[in-house]
């Protein structure tokens, strides 16, 4: 009998600490998903692609394992793993290269973004990084995959590489579909509201980290940018106020409405220190259960193991059948 369980995949970066977008944007959806055969990865190869201090990516692999745990994923319900860790990726990744055109790869934002931050290393693997990020998907048969609207351009990537290769070689890859949520899909830098919050920011002040203690962040919240007006809406000139009732409404369910009315004449003081009660009690659950994983190593490295086994098995599948596919000698 088929097996039509629909598969989810996504994967977060160990390449700094993790931020309210990371969670509000994708993190929070890897639950909406409970039927699902579900793959949430660690992906510590595409961290290297910019240059990382060996010691911080091994804590910061650890750390993001250690968040998933925190933030209610279940390792007997869901395959948590370290991209390194399952070498399917990196080989799959080579043959999807040779399916892949210069050319996509040169109109990637994100590319010519980080060639700009980064110009004193403009790796290769920073140049094929979508193939990569393509591999990981393709390999799990990925039905959907919950990420923010940042990686919109990569995952449109990854559907033509595996429409091409089914093109060429017959169906063989699932065609997956983006799930960025309607709320959240972009969280905005507090001191520069019309830019992303980004781990990498230099900026501390700039991110709401999901980790930042209760003071720290309704220390942020009340200095985050806003406009020189005092209704709390959505409108022109007003992003750093949206971006704030964005942050509110994914951590309470509550609509613009609700916010607007609930805030009317109440100005931007007040709602600056309701925004930051609320994402600091939201948080304070996860922060709690990721210093207990923190301190249980051996729990962790057992998680690693077990994921990396579970979806080794799945992702040798795919792979020796684009192989074969393609006529490598089994
Ligand atoms: P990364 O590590 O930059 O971010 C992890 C996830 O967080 C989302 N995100 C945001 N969402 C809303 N607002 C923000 N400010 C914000 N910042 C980050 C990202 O969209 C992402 O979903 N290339 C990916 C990692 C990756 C991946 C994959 C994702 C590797 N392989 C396969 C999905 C499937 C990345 O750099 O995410």
Redesign the pocket.
């Known amino acids: 009998m088929l097996d039509q369980q629909q598969v989810v995949?996504?994967?977060?970066?160990?390449?700094g600490n993790?931020?309210?977008?990371?969670?509000?944007?994708?993190?929070k959806n890897f639950s909406a998903f409970p039927d699902a055969r579900r793959f949430f990865?660690v992906?510590d190869l595409?961290?290297v692609t910019v240059r990382q201090v060996p010691a911080d990516l091994r804590r910061r692999t650890y750390e993001t394992l250690a968040l998933y745990l925190a933030c209610g994923l279940d390792p007997s319900a869901c395959v948590l793993f370290v991209?390194s860790q399952v070498p399917a990726h990196a080989e799959l990744a080579w043959l999807l290269g040779c399916h892949t055109m210069f050319g996509e790869l040169s109109r990637m934002t994100?590319f010519k973004d980080k060639s700009q931050k980064h110009a004193d290393n403009i790796n290769a693997g920073l140049f094929t990084?979508?193939v990569?990020?393509?591999a990981?998907?393709l390999l799990y048969q990925?039905d959907l995959?919950?990420?923010?609207?940042?990686?919109k351009q990569?995952?449109e990537l990854?559907r033509n590489i595996a429409q091409r290769f089914n093109g060429v070689f017959g169906d063989t890859l699932t065609v997956p579909e983006g799930y960025?949520p309607p709320t959240?899909?972009?969280?905005?830098?507090l001191s520069d509201p019309t830019a992303?919050?980004?781990?990498s920011d230099p900026n501390p002040n700039a991110s709401l980290f999901i980790l930042d203690e209760p003071d720290v962040i309704l220390r942020k919240c009340k200095r985050a940018v806003t406009d020189s007006g005092n209704e709390i809406r959505r409108g022109e000139g007003k992003e750093g106020i949206e971006n704030l009732m964005t942050i509110y409404e994914c951590c309470t369910g509550q609509s613009d409405e609700e916010v607007a009315a609930l805030f009317d004449g109440r100005g931007y003081g007040v709602f600056k220190e309701a925004v930051g009660e609320t994402v600091a009690e939201h948080l304070r659950p996860v922060r709690e259960a990721f210093h207990r994983y923190m301190g249980d190593r051996a729990y962790l490295d057992e998680c690693m193991k077990k994921g990396a086994e579970e979806a080794a098995y799945y992702a040798r599948k795919t792979l020796s059948k684009v192989k074969r596919k393609m006529g490598f000698v089994g």
Do not use: E
Request: glycine share 8%; net charge positive.
């Open positions: 995949l996504s994967a977060v970066q160990p390449s993790l931020t309210v977008g990371n969670s509000l944007g994708a993190i990865c992906a595409h961290a991209q994100q990084y979508p990569l990020m393509a990981d998907i990925t995959v919950p990420v923010g609207a940042d990686q990569h995952l990854a960025i959240g899909r972009k969280i905005m830098s992303k919050m980004s781990k």
